[in-house]
């Protein structure tokens, strides 16, 4: 069953990273799983839906606009803190359609070539995206260029944005529920002395229990 939904749809792609598979794939493969582990938690704090993921790139989908272009921000600037680790980022919305857990339309082919076009560690974004978000405060997006797009019948007006540090901060993944480990041996190491300092005491009170009906069933005698 499909439906047909309008959406941000943000693709992600890492710099590099096909050089970087032929030479040293154990390498490649742990940038994969880092890229995942960063952008994973940025997407789900928007409300964002990873849907999937191709090769080294990551397609996501947002309800808004800003929501999507924020969360672009804070994958860059959390990357800053990753020496090994630079993405190009592309941006679109647009009527996309979802089916069987997959989505296609121009939503998807647009913001795909948006990224494959865009700067190191930068963010291009269509038209479309710019007219929502020119009036944020903290955001900022440039005319590059209007580009006749492969598969794409119009042309697109390009614009690069820059999501300003302040604004990008506060894309920080959410703190986990999970206690940290040191927390969780602390606290295992607790109950252990905690159920076996009952079990003495049970023990004691069953032993003076015993004797207490010892005396008693003898003092009858």
Not at 4 to 23: E, S
Request: glycine content about 8%; proline content about 3%.
């Amino acid at each position: 069953m499909s439906s047909r939904q309008l959406a941000a749809i943000m693709f992600t792609d890492i710099v590099g990273y096909t050089a970087l598979m032929g030479k040293d794939e154990g390498k490649a493969m742990a940038l994969l799983k880092k890229n995942r582990r960063l952008q994973k938690p940025l997407i789900e704090q928007f409300s964002g839906k990873l849907l999937k993921e191709m090769g080294d790139g990551i397609l996501a989908s947002f309800s808004t606009v800003s929501d999507a272009v924020i969360c672009a921000g804070g994958i860059q600037n959390a990357c800053e803190n990753e020496s090994d680790l630079s993405l190009r980022i592309g941006i679109h919305v647009g009527e996309v359609i979802f089916e069987d857990g997959d989505i296609f339309g121009d939503g998807v082919n647009i913001a795909s070539r948006l990224e494959a076009m865009a700067p190191i560690d930068g963010i291009l974004v269509s038209e479309a995206v710019h007219k929502n978000i020119k009036n944020k405060e903290g955001i900022d997006s440039t005319f590059v260029s209007e580009e006749t797009l492969k598969n794409v019948d119009e042309p697109v007006k390009v614009y690069e944005v820059k999501v300003s540090s302040e604004i990008a901060a506060t894309a920080r993944p959410k703190a986990s529920e999970t206690p940290p480990s040191s927390f969780l041996t602390e606290l295992n190491r607790r109950n252990v002395w905690r159920a076996a300092l009952a079990y003495i005491i049970l023990a004691l009170l069953a032993n003076q229990l015993y004797h207490i009906l010892t005396g008693l069933v003898e003092w009858n005698s």
